[in-house]
């Protein structure tokens, strides 16, 4: 492998960005980024500890579950999960966090970089109830740095194109459980777990 170790050697290989590429970027938030906020089911949450190991978790929910608190301020719920907490844990070190909302059927995505809280309660989660579940605490992203990203890697990957789709190239998740996580449960009963129950529990702690 040869190896890249200089930004002069990098900038040799890619060239220069594009003066739109450098001028897009904003402080604040515009209404058509409220607008894709207000449509969006998912993103994903980059976060990085103290010592510099990373983690990138992803987030869920009806579209609109990103809310806009003002034109600076943007608000996350935490939903039950494993309660490993990972990137939760690396905000408490690191309070710098980049997000990627995604819009289904969109290759363009939504990009904020800014620092991050964690809040145990305020008025706005009565807003973050969705099926009775109202959230233990939220992450609330002070925004630095704000820009619509192209559709390229959507492009290249035919991410939604629904032809190119192989989800049974891999084992299911209840084999992978069984063979790297749970090797003392029976396949039969991992299948039932990650099955339609599973996602009947999604707003109940596990």
Known sequence: MRRI???AELRELVGEPLPQALAKERTRLHELDRQWLAASPFCLIATSGADG???VSPKGDP????LVLDDTTIAIPERPGNRRVDGLRNVLANPHVGLVHLVPGRGDTLRINGRAHLVRDAPFFDRMVVRGHRPVLALVVEVEQVFHHCSK???RSRLWEEEAWTPDAVPSRAVHARTLERPDEALEDL???YGPDYAAGLYRAR
């Open 5 to 7: 170790t200089s930004e």
């Open 191 to 193: 299948e039932r777990y």
């Open 53 to 55: 190991s990373c983690d």
């Open 153 to 155: 890697a959507f492009l």
């Open 63 to 66: 579209p609109g579950f990103t």
